[in-house]
């Protein structure tokens, strides 16, 4: 299984998650909630996180994946879940915007 940034995986984020929890891994999932203008990726997208920091899936074509694993670390360390938003006019220094001009609501879990 490739790990990382290894969007030419075809199988889905879902399936790779029920696999590691198989395999004893904390795993946390980031969802695609909603979008706003020109977007990467659709409402419904995944991307699966774990505790090492292993990720498969995209919510944002790689514009912001190092954002939400950071944030699912967090997720999977306090049990939390978190609700990001990302667009091209962030107010806060540390979020990353998203060169398409337009916006996107990521749902971040925890599994299991």
Request: glycine residues 14%; negative net charge.
């Amino acid at each position: 299984m490739s790990e990382g940034m290894q969007n030419n995986d075809p199988r889905d984020p879902l399936m790779i998650a029920e696999e590691w929890m198989k395999v004893g891994r904390d795993v946390a999932i980031a969802t695609v909630v909603e979008t706003w203008g020109s977007a990467p990726r659709p409402v419904g997208s995944h991307l699966v996180i774990d505790t090492d920091g292993n990720f498969e899936g995209s919510v944002s074509g790689g514009c912001v994946e190092g954002a939400v694993v950071a944030e699912a670390a967090d997720v999977l360390a306090e049990g939390k879940p978190r609700m990001l938003e990302f667009g091209v006019a962030d107010e806060t220094a540390w979020e990353v915007g998203l060169s398409c001009g337009g916006r996107i609501r990521v749902y971040v879990e925890r599994l299991g």
